[in-house]
């Protein structure tokens, strides 16, 4: 499929409920059909389908080339358990950042172990084994339990693993997690604080609005600013719509959410760190090591080349897990 059909049939899918379970099953089918596709070769057709680019593993040198590189190569057994949204809680507090970590109500091994009767009024529900399945409920007199566990349930089948080649995920052990809704005294939307970090140092920041819709998914029309280390506004976008930056002012506690994310980054050449802070308290929410499973849109396309720079694979080739 080429990147214009596809970036036609993701737009058609989001036009309804109907159009979007399609384009679901449809993405099923196809992640059945490539699973017997080599690595490299997936690599080198998922990134010309989603960005229209031809992807170079020989020598890499954009943001994505790199982050590909490092899917098809970089073995730490510790990205593992960092992609886990369960297990990672212990690296977390092995970290010493256990009071970043949001309280947790039950984690299950199938949706029918839930008891949604024990659960509080307002909860979240996700998968810990792959991205995309969060279901947050707001009312449990309307929360619609048995679409759910039917849906939460076909997503403990399947290993994201395929959807992207992430060996991160391969191994996880399927679960469903359940958390407290984190939200503020005014009950303003979140703002995801993405630390991107590059061996250990944060280099830049995405600030994520509008990303959280009314039953828990992620919303398409998300809007992100990107900023340097200190969150002053880059004039840079990276595939989302930007917004005013006054939106968000910059937290007086910024610096300590900096030094966290570096904390939890220092063991790997690259990864994101998702913070949140609400009304001046600061929470983890998880660690992503291929941002948008490497096909990003960034411009000017000199940032891609300038974000590339900051791995440094040369490291990365002569550790233990190169």
Request: net charge neutral.
């Amino acid at each position: 499929m080429n990147h214009e059909l596809k970036t036609l049939i993701r737009t058609l899918s989001r036009k309804s409920e109907m159009l979007t379970k399609l384009y679901k099953e449809a993405n099923r089918v196809k992640m059945a059909v490539t699973k017997g596709i080599d690595d490299e070769a997936f690599a080198k057709n998922k990134y010309r389908e989603n960005t229209g680019r031809e992807l170079n593993l020989d020598n890499p040198q954009t943001f994505d080339e790199k982050l590909w590189w490092l899917k098809l190569n970089y073995r730490n057994p510790l990205l593992t358990l960092c992609s886990d949204k369960y297990r990672v809680r212990e690296y977390v507090k092995a970290c010493g950042l256990g009071h970043l970590l949001n309280e947790l109500y039950g984690v299950y091994e199938k949706a029918e172990d839930i008891n949604y009767d024990a659960l509080p009024n307002e909860f979240f529900l996700k998968c810990n084994h792959a991205s995309g399945f969060n279901f947050l409920c707001t009312d449990k007199d309307t929360f619609p339990r048995e679409k759910v566990n039917k849906e939460l349930n076909r997503a403990l089948q399947e290993n994201y693993y395929f959807q992207s080649r992430e060996w991160n995920y391969k191994d996880i052990p399927p679960k469903i997690v359940c958390e407290r809704v984190l939200k503020s005294k005014n009950n303003a939307p979140l703002i995801d604080y993405r630390f991107l970090c590059f061996h250990g140092v944060v280099r830049c920041i995405f600030l994520d609005i509008d990303t959280c819709a009314e039953d828990g998914s992620h919303r398409h029309d998300a809007r992100r600013n990107v900023y340097d280390e200190n969150l002053d506004l880059l004039n840079v976008r990276v595939t989302r719509q930007t917004f005013p930056p006054e939106l968000v002012p910059k937290p007086e506690n910024f610096a300590v959410m900096r030094s966290y994310a570096e904390i939890l980054s220092k063991p790997f050449p690259h990864c994101r760190v998702d913070l949140y802070n609400i009304d001046g308290d600061i929470y983890f929410g998880e660690i992503t090591f291929y941002h948008a499973g490497a096909c990003n849109k960034i411009e000017p396309e000199a940032w891609a080349y300038t974000m590339g720079s900051w791995i440094d694979l040369s490291i990365v080739k002569t550790d233990q897990y190169g």
